[in-house]
């Protein structure tokens, strides 16, 4: 079946570490996402990425960074400069339709903690 | 600016009651798409429904159905008879067309007791 696959589902990390969080699809999709979710918000775009080789920054980018270096994964690495990494992440990917996203698929999400 | 906004945070419900959840979204584009997402416990978002900016009617399917107002922009969903599987976190978004980013409500939890 085709979906996207999140590992791990739960991580921890000691504070000043840096940590990547994975995101697999098999859905042939071009776009892919990264959001985060914290305790009663919805959901904030870190970044997202409409081909290899290139992504854009979402709305709360500072402290994370991406790479597109093949269609199928979009890795999220959570550094040091994050000041409060504790959340709940969530990949998505979509298809590409008239210049905008469509089909938004979503992964069962990484729940990150700091200790 | 583009935003949704869902007032109610939490409600409870007894089994077998009705429920509405409240969504409301401000834009200035004419073509944008409407979306509801379940989140159970586990965490996924369950896809329940997209909605285009031009397509006003109302839709049900099953026990769920959505009442979509561009006159009071509102995008309510009602489900019918709840039943304690449909505990969980539900969320309103709003994609502009052309645009890549969902903006999403802050939610509301549904609780549906026995």
């Known amino acids: 079946d085709g979906g996207i696959t999140q590992s791990p589902k739960y991580l921890f990390r000691k504070e000043g570490q840096n940590v990547t969080l994975s995101c697999e699809q098999n859905?042939?999709?071009?776009?892919m996402y990264w959001y985060r979710q914290d305790p009663g918000q919805g959901l904030r775009l870190i970044y997202y990425s409409q081909i290899v080789n290139d992504f854009q920054k979402g709305d709360i980018a500072e402290g994370y960074s991406v790479s597109r270096e093949k269609k199928e994964s979009f890795p999220l690495t959570v550094t040091s400069a994050q000041k409060n990494p504790t959340a709940f992440y969530l990949c998505?990917?979509?298809?590409?339709?008239?210049?905008?996203?469509?089909?938004?698929?979503f992964g069962s999400g990484t729940r990150l903690t700091v200790v | 600016a583009q935003k949704v906004t869902q007032a109610q945070t939490e409600i409870s419900v007894v089994e077998k009651e009705d429920v509405t959840l409240d969504c409301v979204y401000e834009t200035r584009d004419t073509t944008y798409y409407l979306f509801w997402y379940k989140q159970p416990p586990s965490g996924e978002l369950v896809f329940l429904i997209r909605?285009?900016?031009?397509?006003?009617q109302n839709e049900i399917s099953g026990r769920y159905s959505w009442n979509f107002q561009k006159s009071t922009s509102s995008f309510n969903f009602t489900i019918t008879a709840s039943q304690v599987v449909d505990s969980a976190v539900y969320f309103c978004a709003l994609l502009m067309d052309s645009s890549y980013k969902l903006i999403f409500g802050s939610g509301t939890r549904l609780l549906v007791r026995p």
């Open positions: 859905l042939n999709h071009d776009a």
């Open positions: 998505a990917s979509s298809i590409i339709r008239q210049g905008g996203a469509y089909g938004y698929t």
């Open positions: 909605r285009n900016s031009f397509d006003e």
